[in-house]
């Protein structure tokens, strides 16, 4: 008995310390900066546990800036339709999202978490984690 209990304990623990480690929507983006924005696809990470999408927009000045968005893992992005190929570096795509609250990383790059990403075609797919916790889209 003292072994099965062991076991159960132990088996609990190694599944819920590696869902702690993963971030919720709240510990890194903030619901209340949305942003919209339309740009060129210089890089693509279709890698877990997110796919990165890189884009230079231009600000209201005209200045090029360079973002990173964070989407869904790419399991979750080809269970929504995405195929790999969908995206191309070069592609002009507009991006709706949420500003991270650290806005600029280490690197300089500006930082997001993309909901939607409307494609060179104008399909628009949904890129976020259903079960983020983040706003919702509005249609």
Do not use: C
Request: charged share 20%; glycine share 8%; no cysteine.
């Amino acid at each position: 008995m003292t072994k099965l209990l062991f076991s159960v304990a132990l088996l609990m623990l190694v599944l819920v310390v590696p869902a702690q480690a993963h971030h919720a929507f709240a510990a890194e983006f903030d619901s209340t900066q949305p942003i919209k924005l339309q740009g060129v696809v210089t890089k693509i990470d279709w890698m877990n546990p997110h796919t990165w999408v890189y884009v230079d927009a231009k600000d209201e000045k005209g200045n090029i800036q360079h973002w990173q968005f964070e989407t869904g893992a790419p399991n979750e992005l080809v269970r929504r339709g995405w195929k790999r190929n969908d995206l191309k570096v070069g592609d002009t795509v507009t991006i709706d999202g949420f500003k991270a609250k650290k806005l600029v990383s280490n690197t300089g790059v500006l930082t997001g978490n993309a909901r939607s990403i409307t494609l060179p075609s104008g399909l628009k797919v949904f890129s976020g984690s259903a079960n983020d916790a983040g706003p919702a889209v509005q249609p």
